[in-house]
C-alpha cells in the first residue's frame, strides 16, 4: 500500500492548494477583509500547480533523453544479435528486472480491471514498438528512422484525446499538425517518392506504442509509474522467453562489446526505466502535454548516431528535426496556458 501511495506526489501537490489558501481566507473573514482574502488565494494556487507542472516536465523530458539512445543502442545491439532475438532477449532482461523490484517491494498484483490496460502497454512498448523498429532499422538509417518517430507525439496526442477525455487547444492541434507534416515530408523525399518496407515498419510502430504511451500514461494516474511497466513487462515474460527459446538457435550470435552494452541499456535503460519517468511525467501533467516533449528526441537521437555511430547526416535530417521541434514548442506553450 505504500508503494501505491508514492505513485500520486504531483496530484496531492496539485490538489493542497485549497487548503493552503484556508488559513487567508479565514483570517480575511474574521477581519471582514474577503477581498484580500481572494487575492491571497489567487496568489497561493499558482506556486503548487507550477511546482507540479515542473516536476512532471522534467520526469518527462529525462525519459526523452532515455529514449533519444534507443535507437543508437539498437544499431549497437544488431551487431551481436538478431532481430527477433534482440527483442526478446531486450524484454526477458527487462521482465526480470522489473520483477526483482516488484518481489522486492512486496507489490501485491494489480487490480483485475487494470490488466486490460496493461496488457495494451506491454503490446504497444514492450512488444510492438521495440520489434516494428528493430526491423526498420536493418534497413534505415538511425537517424532516418529518429525524424519518423518525430510522429508520434502528434499520434500519442490523438489517442490520449480520445482516450482520456483531454481536449488540447486549437494552437496546439495546428503546430502538431504542422509537425506532422514536416515529417511526412521528409519522409518521401528521403525514400525517392515512395515509402520504404521500413517506413511501413516504423509507422506500424508509431501506432502500437502511442497506444501504449496513452494507456500507460492513464494508469499511472492510479499506480506509480514504474509498476506499470513492471507489470506489463511481467505480463509479457512468457512470450519473451518463448521467442527468445525460438529466435536464439535460427539467428546467429556475435558477442561484441557495442552489442551487449546495447542489449543492456534497450533493456534496462529505454524499457524500464525510460518508462518510469516518463508514465510518471504523463501522470502529472498530461498524456497530450508531456507527448510533446518528444520532438526533441530526433534531435538528440541524431546527436547521438553522429557520435556514436558516425552517421553522415543529410541536410534535410537536422532541418525537418529543428522545424518539427519548433512546432512542438508551440503546442507545449498551448498546453501550459491551456492548464492555468
Do not use: K
Not at 507542472?53 to 533523453?65: H, P
Not at 534497413?139 to 525524424?147: E, G, K, L, P, W
Not at 552494452?261 to 525510460?274: D, E, K, Q
Amino acid at each position: 500500500m505504500r508503494a501505491q501511495n508514492s505513485a500520486t506526489p504531483p496530484i496531492a501537490i496539485a490538489v493542497a492548494d485549497p487548503a493552503a489558501t484556508s488559513h487567508p481566507l479565514s483570517a480575511a473573514a474574521s477581519s471582514g477583509a474577503s477581498s484580500a482574502a481572494s487575492s491571497a488565494a489567487s496568489s497561493a494556487a499558482p506556486p503548487g500547480a507550477a511546482s507540479a507542472g515542473r516536476s512532471g516536465t522534467v520526469l518527462a523530458g529525462l525519459g526523452v533523453v532515455a529514449f533519444s539512445l534507443t535507437f543508437p543502442a539498437t544499431a549497437w545491439g544488431l551487431e551481436s544479435f538478431g532481430p527477433w532475438s534482440l527483442v526478446a532477449l531486450r524484454s526477458v532482461l527487462a521482465a526480470v528486472v522489473a520483477g526483482g523490484v516488484l518481489l522486492a517491494a512486496r507489490v501485491p498484483l494489480p487490480a483485475r480491471r487494470h490488466w486490460a490496460g496493461l496488457a495494451v502497454v506491454g503490446g504497444g512498448v514492450v512488444v510492438g514498438f521495440p520489434l516494428l523498429t528493430t526491423l526498420a532499422l536493418q534497413t534505415s538509417t538511425t537517424s532516418h528512422a529518429a525524424v519518423v518517430v518525430g510522429l508520434l507525439p502528434l499520434t500519442t496526442a490523438v489517442l490520449g484525446s480520445l482516450r482520456t477525455g483531454e481536449r488540447p487547444s486549437r494552437v496546439f492541434w495546428i503546430a502538431a499538425l504542422a509537425g506532422a507534416a514536416v515529417v511526412i515530408a521528409f519522409t518521401v523525399q528521403q525514400s525517392g517518392g515512395a515509402l520504404t518496407s521500413g517506413d511501413l515498419y516504423l509507422f506500424g510502430a508509431l501506432l502500437v506504442c502511442a497506444a501504449g504511451y496513452t494507456e500507460g500514461g492513464r494508469l499511472a494516474r492510479v499506480m506509480p509509474g514504474w509498476q506499470v511497466i513492471g507489470w506489463a513487462l511481467v505480463l509479457c515474460l512468457p512470450l519473451a522467453v518463448a521467442g527468445s527459446l525460438v529466435a536464439l538457435p535460427l539467428e546467429p550470435v556475435h558477442l561484441t562489446a557495442h552489442g551487449v552494452v546495447g542489449l543492456v541499456w534497450v533493456a534496462a535503460g529505454s524499457t524500464f526505466l525510460g518508462l518510469y519517468v516518463w508514465y510518471r511525467g504523463m501522470a502529472a501533467i498530461g498524456v497530450a502535454r508531456a507527448s510533446q516533449l518528444q520532438l526533441a528526441q530526433p534531435l538528440l537521437t541524431l546527436v547521438w548516431s553522429f557520435l556514436l555511430l558516425g552517421e553522415e547526416l543529410s541536410a534535410a535530417a537536422p532541418v525537418a528535426a529543428v522545424a518539427v521541434l519548433v512546432c512542438i514548442a508551440a503546442t507545449q506553450r498551448a498546453g501550459r496556458r491551456a492548464a492555468r
